[in-house]
DNA sequence: TACTTAGTTCTGCAAATTCAGAACCATGTA
DNA sequence: TACATGGTTCTGAATTTGCAGAACTAAGTA
């Protein structure tokens, strides 16, 4: 049985990471393995490090990891000659989440373009918002490439 | 007893923008209450009207009607000798909204940058990712104002 | 004063979520 | 073959959530 701890500190940065994933409606337990692998001074734990660390049960723990591993969050390597997988927190495609993240943008501008077009011509100082809204979102959305090119530049 | 009621479409249009809202954790309720406010002809509904175009109680009515004024996503006007409330969706403030939204990433980047400054020296490079993510994030963050001034200069 | 209107608040149930515990399985090892 | 390891899956209990229904309140009206 493996003794492998974590400091007060770093329980309380977990915490705090934690419930901030918690915003994003994932549940509580996997949350905090998000957490904990961004936190933990090793980068790679075991399934048990995990359950200890964090004092779950083992279908907690095992449906937690699944669920990272599902939402691409999380992967796990493997070492020669042992069984055990390490599982890491996926942030080196950081880059490529954000993107996605922010393209969700485009289906929200996508549907209130649908809902605009439907709206009474009545209604114009609403509708107009409507549109400047949807125009914004279109225009960040685009504007995405540039940013990432500009803060390259600026590094 | 008021008659008011929507399309089909519109129906479908309130299901999949209150989905779309259900997504940054409100409650169901809620989320349909918001779309409609956004669907519906009129920009302005009474609670009644809200209540039996949605089909819901009216304490599932009065509690997300108060959850969205909390949440400063509606407000309501009054008419000159009518008791009743006309609740509206509150989004001519949406630029202040958006930039409000956008700079929630100011406070994941200043817990990740807490977190980073934690961390072993040894996990290069997982700690140098951090510290891009960071960087970027705040890039973002600044550019904010800037992002807005550009769009107004290609409208 | 009694009644209507416009909503609020309380009670409680039904459904969904989340997790622990135990049994189970698959692979490797002695 | 028996046992250990590294998980997975199933069951069910404890919360939590989300909302209906009914009672209630506050303000205006007849």
Redesign the interface.
Known sequence: MTEFKITQ??KE?VE??GV?YE???MQPAACRVMALL??S???ELTFEEIQQILNISKSATSGAINLLITANRVEYITRPGERKRYFRAK??N??VD?IQNMSQMT??SA??K??NK???K??K??NN??A??I??LE??NA?IPA??K??EA??
């Open positions: 500190a770093q940065l705090k990471l901030y915003k994003s409606g961004i936190v001074d090793q980068t942030i080196l950081w880059k954000m289906s929200v549907l209130l649908e809902i439907q709206r009474p009545s209604s100082e609403f918002t409507l400047e809204m125009s914004f225009f960040v504007e940013l990432f500009r803060w600026k590094k």
